[in-house]
Antibody, heavy 121, light 108 residues
């Protein structure tokens, strides 16, 4: 079955950087778009970025554009999120998720367990 | 940017009740809408996509309808395990995949 495992979360100071990774298993990773969604404590879901199956077709939410970089390595079946210039507003659980197969199917059909990120001095 | 507004923000219903949650888009999004369930302390789970197609393994008491700007998620015969927060998400454009604010469902 589909498995998505995030790693790299933790505590970081304001202005700092952090890199999240997502390891995929149980499906043909190179065939799927992938994305990141976050959830601040006690808040709702916020899509932040997704990446096409070949590594192009990248889109970011305005809240992270210019600060976060999404990438993937199909050979390693992994995806990453480089997060720079972090602020307290970036404190959240970050979920790795698989985008549905097919044309214009930008919903998320499988999710990882989430990586907590806390930005605090 | 298209905004997604869910109502109500929370509701309390009895076991066996029919529950309806609404999601409204500020502009038309055809049928490019998904619904998710997030149980307390758990990971979100896809329930419905393309506004009305049930994801594999989801109980048939869940159903979705609507197109354009107005959508509904219906739970027929609410069960204790349905206690969760439900989110809608639009995906008519890859540039912005906006979620609604969520609807918390509790048992009365």
């Amino acid at each position: 079955q589909v498995q998505l495992v995030e790693s790299g979360g933790g505590l970081v100071k304001p202005g700092g950087s952090l890199r999240l990774s997502c390891a995929a298993a149980g499906f043909t990773f190179r065939d799927y778009y992938m994305g990141w969604i976050r959830q601040a404590p006690g808040k709702g879901l916020e899509w932040i970025a997704h990446i096409g199956n070949g590594g192009s077709h990248i889109n970011y939410a305005d809240s992270v554009k210019g600060r976060f970089i999404i990438s993937r390595d199909n050979a390693q079946k992994s995806m990453s999120l480089q997060m720079n210039s972090l602020s307290a507003d970036d404190t959240a659980v970050y979920y790795c998720a698989r985008v549905g197969a097919g044309y214009l199917t930008y919903y998320f059909d499988s999710w990882g367990q989430g990586a907590p990120v806390t930005v605090s001095s | 940017d298209i905004q997604m507004t869910q109502s109500p923000s929370s509701l309390s219903a009895s076991v066996g009740d029919r529950v309806t949650i609404t999601c409204r888009a500020s502009q038309g999004i055809s049928s490019y809408l998904a619904w998710y369930q997030q149980k307390p302390g758990k990971v979100p789970k896809l329930l419905i996509y393309d506004a009305s197609i049930l994801q594999s393994g989801v109980p048939p008491r869940f159903s979705g309808s609507g197109s354009g700007t107005d959508f509904t998620l219906t739970i027929n015969s609410l069960q204790p395990e349905d206690v969760a927060t439900y989110y809608c998400q639009k995906y008519n454009s890859a540039l912005s995949l906006t979620f609604g604010g969520g609807t918390k469902v509790e048992i009365k």
